[in-house]
Antibody, heavy 115, light 107 residues
Framework: VQLQQSGAGLLRPSETLSLNCEVG????????WTWIRQPPGKGLEWLGE???????NYNPALKSRVTLSVDTSKKQFSLKLTSVTAADAAVYFC??????????WGQGTMLTVSS | DVQMTQSPPSLSASVGDSVTITCRAS??????LSWYQQKPGKAPKLLIS???TLQSGVPSRFSGSGAGTEFTLTISSLQPEDFATYYC??????????FGQGTNLEI
């Protein structure tokens, strides 16, 4: 299985981050799919997860600004993060959730927030 | 939220050494603890699941142990490719999944 991320990496403050993650070579319906971010030089933060039916779990710390969605026909899941600020600058990773671990990861997308 | 306290934050060692990294959970997380290795500019790589189950393809010099609130990752006979940052992750009481702060293993 491969995860291929896409989406814009340069935003102005208050704009909305939109990222996609396309799942290749694997059954999309079997797993949950998740997003994690990592600010430069810092640790990992879990953002949320979604399954093929659109069932979601979100990090309460970001729940008001994060929306996950899924397009099963494209085997793709997506992240939207509204009202970005400099604090949201990070590398954003998508990953597969299998048996309580994140076993396959995307390549990462760097978000820069600058006016 | 379950807080994961990982120690030490950084660790210096030499090729051939054995090192141990610890993660402590603020609540009982049974054995739902996994370990990841991350190299600069790369995504994390899963090493160990369920506290002690080594993933396919991961060298046997990596081992994990623990249950409940205290967990360890041990790397024996360090190789040059092992110098990286290591993270633990709890997946028992979710949401949210929570990571440890990371341990930077340096030469």
């Amino acid at each position: 299985v491969q995860l291929q991320q896409s989406g814009a990496g340069l935003l102005r403050p208050s704009e909305t981050l939109s990222l996609n993650c396309e799942v290749g070579g694997e059954s999309f319906s079997t797993y949950f799919w998740t997003w994690i971010r990592q600010p430069p030089g810092k640790g990992l933060e879990w953002l949320g997860e979604i399954d093929h039916n659109g069932v979601t779990n979100y990090n309460p710390a970001l729940k008001s600004r994060v929306t996950l969605s899924v397009d099963t026909s494209k085997k793709q899941f997506s992240l939207k993060l509204t009202s970005v600020t400099a604090a949201d600058a990070a590398v954003y990773f998508c990953a597969r959730v299998r048996s309580y671990v994140f076993d396959v990861w995307g390549q990462g997308t760097m978000l820069t927030v600058s006016s | 939220d379950v807080q994961m306290t990982q120690s030490p934050p950084s660790l210096s060692a030499s090729v051939g050494d054995s090192v141990t990294i610890t993660c402590r959970a603020s609540q009982n997380i049974n054995y739902y603890l996994s370990w990841y290795q991350q190299k600069p500019g790369k995504a994390p790589k899963l090493l160990i699941s369920y506290a002690s189950t080594l993933q396919s393809g991961v060298p046997s010099r990596f081992s994990g142990s623990g249950a409940g609130t205290e967990f360890t990752l041990t790397i024996s006979s360090l190789q040059p490719e092992d110098f990286a940052t290591y993270y633990c992750l709890q997946s028992y009481i979710i949401p949210p999944y929570t990571f440890g702060q990371g341990t930077n293993l340096e030469i």
